[in-house]
């Protein structure tokens, strides 16, 4: 378990530079809340395991991060699709000018 991952699970908003600190000895007894600093109580160890557990199930589920390749092949996408959707109204405004022309001149 990472107490730290953990903790930022379940307090999303918190800095661990300065609402807590997670030490681990070296002693074999693993990783350890060593300072605490938020207005909350301080998580137990089977709150922390549930969180840490939760945590775990939404990166599974997380849908994948896109390759910067892919951001911009979507991006282009969208772009284009708003250039045609611009110019088809261009049209549509050029017709309505031509055709109001037609009526005056008439």
Not at 7 to 36: C, E, H, N, R
Not at 73 to 91: F, I, P, T
Request: glycine share 2%; aromatic share 8%; proline share 8%.
């Amino acid at each position: 378990m990472n107490p730290a991952l953990a903790i930022l699970y379940m307090y999303p908003s918190a800095d661990p530079t300065k609402d807590f600190m997670v030490q681990d000895d070296g002693d074999g007894k693993g990783p350890y809340i060593a300072a605490w600093n938020l207005d909350k109580p301080k998580p137990t160890e089977a709150e922390l395991q549930a969180a840490w557990k939760a945590y775990q199930e939404a990166e599974a589920n997380k849908p994948p991060e896109l390759t910067e390749l892919e951001q911009l092949q979507k991006e282009n996408l969208l772009l284009k699709s708003q250039n045609n959707a611009l110019s088809e109204r261009a049209d549509f405004i050029e017709d309505i000018i031509a055709e109001m022309a037609m009526r005056v001149y008439q």
